[in-house]
Antibody
Framework: EVQLVESGGGLVQPGGSLRLSCAASGFTFGNYDMHWVRQATGKGLEWVSAIGNAGDTHYEGSVKGRFTISRENDKNSLYLQMNSLRAGDTAVYYC??????????????????WGQGTTVTVSS | DIQMTQSPSSLSASVGDRVTITCRASQSISSYLNWYQQKPGKAPKLLIYAASSLQSGVPSRFSGSGSGTDFTLTISSLQPEDFAIYYCQQTYTTPALTFGGGTKVEIK
């Protein structure tokens, strides 16, 4: 079964750090781009960061310089190191697998597998 | 950055109704548009990709259309399990992606 399981969430004070993990199973992890998406309570989905299967990294503007995405393909694991945390970072954090699906002669990028999410609360 | 605007933000409908949700991009994104469904406490689920292609296993009552800046998600006959929040997502600027604000479909 294809599965993603996040862990590492919790309560942290403003300015603190937290490291999220995402354990993948049921597919060849190293072949896929991976993403982190977050959702504050009662709010919409917000893309946070991505790492390509070649290790290239990308970040949403508000987390650039504070968050670091990484992966260990031999451990089938994705990580998000979050530093200098702010109240506005409070959210459920999802990891998601991305791939190209073929349609009309092209490949279109989708997030086709998601984890159940882990909750990060930044508060004093 | 490409902004994605969904309308309405919420709607009330009855079982059996035809429901249409709109997503507008701030610039042309060709057909690089996905739709996701999210139920309370659950992760999003991919419904439609490439603006109009149905993801495997998704019921045929779901359909998508549009290209450029204007897109629609249609549920032809709303079922009880369809009450959820629906999000559009542009992938024109992959891997940096943008979601719309969501449309909550509620029971009338």
């Amino acid at each position: 079964e294809v599965q993603l399981v996040e862990s590492g969430g919790g309560l942290v004070q403003p300015g603190g750090s937290l490291r999220l993990s995402c354990a993948a199973s049921g597919f060849t992890f190293g072949n896929y781009d991976m993403h982190w998406v977050r959702q504050a309570t009662g709010k919409g989905l917000e893309w946070v960061s991505a790492i390509g299967n070649a290790g290239d990294t990308h970040y949403e503007g508000s987390v650039k310089g504070r968050f670091t995405i990484s992966r260990e393909n031999d451990k089938n694991s994705l990580y998000l190191q979050m530093n200098s945390l702010r109240a506005g970072d409070t959210a459920v954090y999802y990891c998601a697998r991305a791939r190209g699906l073929h349609a009309r002669g092209r490949y279109y990028y989708v997030m086709d597998v998601w984890g159940q999410g882990t909750t990060v609360t930044v508060s004093s | 950055d490409i902004q994605m605007t969904q309308s309405p933000s919420s709607l009330s409908a009855s079982v059996g109704d035809r429901v249409t949700i709109t997503c507008r991009a701030s610039q042309s994104i060709s057909s690089y548009l996905n739709w996701y469904q999210q139920k309370p406490g659950k992760a999003p689920k991919l419904l439609i990709y490439a603006a109009s292609s149905l993801q495997s296993g998704v019921p045929s009552r779901f359909s998508g259309s549009g290209s450029g800046t204007d897109f629609t998600l249609t549920i032809s006959s709303l079922q009880p399990e369809d009450f959820a929040i629906y999000y559009c997502q542009q992938t024109y600027t992959t891997p940096a992606l943008t979601f719309g604000g969501g449309t909550k479909v509620e029971i009338k």
